[in-house]
């Protein structure tokens, strides 16, 4: 089987769209272990601890390639200014929670969801300035926008099928070479689970 390195690609995403340092991990997974030991033949429990690692990796390295979550959660966006738009770093977008920003006097203001628009039907979601508003002015200073907001298309049964074979390729291909995996800094990538991501992978 093809195989591609595998690299995470933090470095697709603008600064500021982790703001701690870390991928919002989800609280479930669109897999769950018992479907995907069964994809495995797993009988037994003596990987569990393994096969869920394998799991968390898969999924991460799986959002991050396409810019989308899939179980929806709330993330938190740093900006250095307000852009002409503002485009949430992960797809689906749902909904927007706050804007919030540093005022020209040091304080923190959050924006009245009356000045601006949430656009959720275009891929990526977008946020504009409400009709006849503009966005404050604000301090230049680091992180001084935050936009809190939530994407994901909802929990595991609303995973479209072809990301949920996806993940399971890459686990599986990992679990059946672990020991080649451990021994690398590279991780070998199935050329099929990277199909099955392309097609909706987002291009900044």
């Not at 989800?26 to 394998?54: A, C, F, G, W």
């Not at 001084?144 to 994901?152: C, I």
């Not at 990301?163 to 590279?186: D, F």
Request: a negative charge.
């Amino acid at each position: 089987m093809a195989m591609s390195t595998a690299h995470f690609p933090f470095g697709h995403f603008p600064a500021g769209a982790f703001p701690d340092g870390h991928w919002p991990k989800p609280p479930v997974y669109p897999v769950s272990l018992d479907e995907i030991k069964i994809h495995l033949r797993v009988i037994d429990n003596t990987d569990d601890m393994l096969i869920s690692q394998l799991i968390l990796a898969a999924v991460s390295w799986a959002e991050l390639f396409q810019r989308r979550l899939f179980i929806s959660r709330a993330v938190t966006m740093k900006m250095e200014e307000f852009p002409a738009e503002i485009r949430p770093c992960f797809s689906p977008l749902v909904s927007v929670g706050a804007i919030k920003y540093i005022d020209t006097a040091g304080a923190e203001q959050t924006l009245s969801s009356a000045n601006y628009r949430v656009d959720t039907d275009t891929e990526p979601g977008r946020i504009t300035e409400a009709y006849g508003c503009s966005w404050p002015a604000i301090r230049q200073v680091t992180g001084a926008v935050t936009v809190e907001y939530t994407a994901g298309y909802g929990s595991a049964a609303d995973v479209p099928d072809d990301i949920k074979s996806a993940i399971m390729l890459l686990v599986g291909h990992w679990y059946e070479n672990r020991s080649t995996i451990a021994e690398s800094q590279n991780i070998k990538v199935p050329q099929a689970a990277k199909a099955l991501l392309w097609k909706r992978k987002l291009v900044a």
